[in-house]
């Protein structure tokens, strides 16, 4: 993420967690009481830390590490919604929507979920790294 771009009264929460599913809860409490403080509605809340949890749990089940052996997280809140974007060392394969998962299968609804809770969302691929970026409504 470039500060640049950003206006400069926005709060940037950047986040280095280890690369294990254990990050995830620690991720979630994390943004939660950042958007409790800046008092965020309950169920944009609750949205935001369900869309965290589905980009950091492909990240660490698909992705390698970053080359610093984490991922990263960062979050912010401008006019456009909550912005929730997720770094991993890039995996195989890029992380897609997909509309037909069957009913059965054990993955392939965790993007959907995300689709259905965001306003957009996009990946960036770079050498070595992958962001994911998706933005919730307030």
């Known amino acids: 993420m470039s500060s640049a771009t950003l206006p400069a009264d926005v709060s940037v929460m950047d986040v ?3 690369h294990e599913v254990s990050a995830v809860a620690d991720a979630r409490r994390r943004l939660a009481g950042y958007l409790k403080r800046h008092r965020v509605a309950e169920n944009a809340r ?3 830390q369900l869309v965290l949890s589905e980009l950091l ?4 089940r698909y992705a390698p ?13 401008d006019k456009a919604g909550i912005h929730i974007q997720v770094t991993d060392g890039c995996g195989d394969t ?11 299968s054990i993955g392939g609804r965790g993007l959907a979920i995300v689709d259905m809770l965001t306003v957009e969302w996009t990946v ?3 050498d070595k790294r992958r962001t994911v970026h998706a933005i919730v409504p307030r």
Do not use: F
């Open 46 to 48: 609750d949205d935001a």
């Open 94 to 104: 890029e992380p897609q929507r997909i509309n037909d998962a069957h009913p059965e």
């Open 124 to 126: 960036r691929t770079a």
């Open 65 to 77: 590490p970053l080359p610093d052996g984490d991922v990263h997280a960062a979050w912010w809140i």
């Open 57 to 60: 749990s492909n990240a660490i």
């Open 16 to 18: 280095v967690l280890p």
